[in-house]
């Protein structure tokens, strides 16, 4: 394959536009990381009591809202699964973030060391790093159990780690990304919300934007300059990442843990309009660059539509 310069990079185009050059791309995003960086153990008050009443994720937003089943449950029942399906998302959320690690250094492995785009890689790397440990202290200081993926699914992202294409890392990178910050942008202003996770979600959306900024920038770039066959790859593998994150997003075990029956729970999740609807909003921004950049064509499209993210 022919080696695209940065000279290079101003002739290319796709149908956002013309496509900026890498490196300024990412000295901008580092004078942002220099400016507005946070460090969640001094940042935010550990010690905090949770407080009484409030929710661990807004009410509209959980799984169950708007169910039979919500109707059935009380209100220290409801309070209680938020906790949980905060948990159970805080986990779902260092899961991703520990790929996405793994797959940036991957990506930087045979870039030039000095570049601000590497710089940059290496900044965003140890954002998660922060990210990671702050959901884990946010999960022990509510006092709900830790949810991992199911056991098939952590190992399928031992394969993606692997085999993942560059364009297909940065595709499952903001399928993981802009689903939660779509949530968490609702959640930090929502003064019903416990005030330690407002703060924890506050400094996520704040430091995420760069995160997604890169990866949109960089999967352009990939899907204008990679072979077709690493394209089409890449909208298989992005179809089926998007099924498989719809899989994951509320670990089952939640409510079981907080008193209701399994089977039931799950079959009225399934069947609610709502959830649908909240699933599909926080995935539109998502979905939509992808269709502008030609993700969603073919099978990419029915995967997707399979998923429950894209109506």
């Given amino acids: 394959m022919t080696t695209v310069t940065a000279r290079d990079m101003t002739l290319l185009r796709d149908a956002l536009g013309p496509l900026r050059d890498r490196e300024q791309i990412a000295l901008r995003l ?16 550990w010690d905090a009591a949770v407080e009484e009443g409030k929710w ?13 089943m919500w109707d059935r449950m009380s209100e220290e029942q409801r309070l209680d699964l938020s906790r949980h399906e905060a948990a159970a998302l805080a ?40 990210h990671s440990m702050m959901f884990g202290r946010m999960i022990d200081w509510g ?15 031992r394969v993606l780690k692997t ?3 560059t364009p297909g890392s940065f595709a499952a990178t903001l399928l993981g ?16 919300v416990q005030t330690l996770v407002r703060g924890v979600t506050r400094i996520h959306v704040i430091e995420e934007a760069r995160h997604v900024r890169y990866a949109r920038e960089e999967l352009r770039r990939q899907m204008v300059t990679a072979p077709r066959w690493e394209r089409e790859l890449t909208k298989v593998s ?12 509320v670990n089952p075990q939640v409510y079981e843990n907080v008193g209701l029956d399994r089977r039931e729970a799950v079959a009225q999740v399934k069947a609610s309009g709502h959830r649908a609807e909240v699933m599909q909003s926080g ?29």
């Avoid at 661990?56 to 039979?68: A, D, R, V």
């Avoid at 056991?151 to 399928?156: D, E, S």
């Avoid at 990304?177 to 019903?192: A, H």
Wanted: one cysteine or more.
């Fill in 91 to 130: 986990s779902l959320g260092i899961w991703f973030e520990i790929i996405l690690m793994q797959l940036l250094v991957r990506h930087i492995y045979d870039k030039p060391v000095t570049s601000n785009h590497v710089r940059y890689a290496l900044t965003e790397i140890a954002d998660e790093c922060r």
């Fill in 143 to 157: 006092g709900a159990p830790t949810y991992p993926v199911p056991r098939v699914y952590h190992n399928l992202a």
């Fill in 238 to 249: 992005c179809g089926e990442a998007a099924r498989v994150f719809s899989v994951c997003f």
């Fill in 163 to 165: 085999v993942s294409t």
């Fill in 30 to 45: 580092l004078e942002s990381s220099a400016k507005h960086s946070f460090d969640p153990d001094t940042e935010l008050d």
């Fill in 177 to 192: 990304e802009e689903i939660l910050d779509w949530m968490q942008r609702l959640t930090f202003p929502d003064e019903r």
């Fill in 283 to 311: 995935a539109k921004r998502l979905t939509d660059f992808f269709d502008d950049i030609g993700l969603l064509n073919g099978v990419g499209r029915r995967l997707w539509r399979s998923s429950g993210l894209l109506a």
């Fill in 56 to 68: 661990f994720w807004p009410p509209e937003l959980l799984s169950l809202y708007g169910t039979p």
